[in-house]
């Protein structure tokens, strides 16, 4: 049961992507006649690969990390803090440097990487990232030969479902169903391209990833029956 976890063992986070370019030309030939091909069901006959290029984001085979935004809970007596950090910039530094805080606070069994839809998106984006990037997984990413139960990842969108496997519920409903203040009061995920590849402005993207990582976390404790967290108790670090 969720209430039996520690929270201080917990480390929240959400990722924000974006197309590997900026631009679909600026892909070469095969990778344009690759994103055509995987992209032609999503797409079907309303778009051009060339015009669906924007949300290419979502494949990490055609996208890129550009934030990490984590979240831990801090917790003395009846004093609880929520602590958030964020890694962004080029995509193979911050990808080392959030395998670096895993290894070396977040690598012990007791310890567990939780994310909204983390299992299906967060969690294999970032794995495969690392790959394409030849750097080694990390042990709380690296899935390969365990059990499901060894697996130590928590989604809130799967703790949702109760077994239920029909629906997707986003974030932005879930806060709202839940009475949770909503990450999306600026920019949801689909301006994240524009923000990034035009406006050149990575702090609102890093603000935006942050909220996001913090409502997982409001969720998690509505999910286990406890208090949300009120503003003084989320610092920024």
């Not at 924000?16 to 344009?32: A, C, I, M, N």
């Not at 051009?48 to 809970?73: L, P």
């Not at 949801?188 to 990833?209: F, L, P, Q």
């Amino acid at each position: 049961m969720i209430t039996k976890l520690n929270l201080e063992n917990i480390l929240f986070l959400d990722i924000e992507t974006v197309p590997e370019t900026q631009h679909f030309s600026d892909l070469d030939k095969t990778k344009q006649d690759l994103w055509d091909a995987k992209s032609r069901y999503q797409r079907k006959e309303e778009f051009t690969a060339e015009e669906f290029y924007d949300r290419a984001g979502i494949w990490a085979e055609f996208g890129k990390i550009i934030c990490i935004s984590v979240g831990y809970f801090t917790i003395q007596g009846d004093t609880r803090l929520f602590r958030t950090t964020s890694f962004y910039g080029e995509e193979r530094k911050l990808l080392v440097e959030f395998k670096n805080l895993l290894i070396s606070h977040f690598s012990q069994a007791k310890h567990l990487l939780c994310a909204h839809n983390g299992k299906e998106f967060d969690f294999p984006y970032i794995a495969r990232r690392m790959i394409i990037h030849n750097i080694e997984l990390p042990y709380k990413l690296n899935l390969f030969g365990k059990k499901p139960w060894e697996i130590p990842h928590l989604d809130t969108m799967e703790l949702w479902k109760f077994g239920d496997y029909k629906t997707y519920t986003s974030l932005k409903l879930m806060t709202n169903v839940l009475g949770i203040p909503s990450p999306k009061d600026d920019i949801d995920g689909s301006e994240v391209y524009k923000t990034y590849y035009v406006d050149n402005d990575i702090d609102r993207i890093i603000i935006y990833c942050e909220k996001d990582t913090i409502a997982v976390a409001q969720i998690f404790l509505r999910l286990r029956g406890d208090s949300i967290l009120t503003d003084d108790e989320i610092i920024h670090v």
